[in-house]
């Protein structure tokens, strides 16, 4: 098993930013797919970014390209997900998720993911 916490959503103005993080407490997410995604109200659940195992390539959704960043913090043990530049539409609940296949820039499916987080609830209103 792999817990996975998310934090840092919240309430922000249109072009506002947030940094969510996901957390591993006590694990080493060095040998794990990364992924961001979220799901709307009446909608289905979106990939926005991923990490591939091996750290060379990401991938982003095509609404959230040169606005989102993924990271892994140097202890291996937590992702982040930098939104800038927040519009309204990018409200909905965003989750965290692990795969631990090996995945390369096509990791930006929820089907390949093997562990999920709570999620946050990120709102973007004024």
């Known amino acids: 098993q792999l817990p996975l916490v998310e934090s840092g959503g919240g309430l922000v103005q249109p072009g506002g930013s947030l940094r969510l993080a996901c957390a591993a407490p006590?694990?080493?997410?060095?040998?794990?797919?990364l992924a961001w995604f979220r799901q709307a109200p009446g909608k289905e659940r979106e990939g926005v970014a991923c990490l591939s195992t091996s750290r060379t390539n990401t991938n982003y959704g095509d609404s959230v390209k040169d606005r989102f960043a993924i990271s892994l913090n140097n202890a291996k043990d937590t992702v982040y997900l930098q939104m800038n530049d927040l519009k309204p539409e990018d409200t909905a609940v965003y989750y965290c998720a692990a795969s631990g296949n090996y995945l390369g820039w096509d990791c930006l499916r929820d089907s390949s993911m093997d562990y999920w987080g709570e999620g946050t609830q990120v709102t973007v209103s004024s």
């Open positions: 006590g694990s080493n997410l060095d040998y794990y797919a």
